[in-house]
Nanobody, 116 residues
Framework: QVQPVESGGGSVQAGGSMRLSCTVP???????????WSWYRQAPEKERELVAD????DYADAVKGRFTISKDNARKRVYLQMNDLKAEDTAVYYC??????????WGHGTLVTVSS
């Protein structure tokens, strides 16, 4: 079973930047690379939404041009670089690992708070 662990959340002022990181403790490289990695977020009283997907290169319209998803196979980490943050980016951000055969695994989330 894959249990993603997110880190890097916190508080930042509007216009600032933040980088989120996701890893799976003790995962081996071959397992890490077989998954499709993505970031989701859930704002208060809203449904969880896709932010960025690594395989497809899809981004939510609200973050295009500001957020970048990337992966470091050597470190077995997935990142979400967030620039020009806005108050509406405030949410709990979740890392997700997916394969068609094994389904989707979620991290516990990391809170990002952007103050205006």
């Amino acid at each position: 079973q894959v249990q993603p662990v997110e880190s890097g959340g916190g508080s930042v002022q509007a216009g600032g930047s933040m980088r989120l990181s996701c890893t799976v403790p003790r995962i081996i490289l071959s397992t890490f690379t077989m998954y499709d990695w993505s970031w989701y977020r859930q704002a208060p009283e809203k449904e969880r939404e896709l932010v960025a997907d690594l395989s497809s290169g899809d981004y939510a319209d609200a973050v295009k041009g500001r957020f970048t998803i990337s992966k470091d196979n050597a470190r077995k980490r997935v990142y979400l670089q967030m620039n020009d943050l806005k108050a509406e980016d405030t949410a709990v951000y979740y890392c997700s690992a997916y394969t068609p055969s094994r389904g989707r695994y979620w991290g516990h989330g990391t809170l990002v708070t952007v103050s205006s």
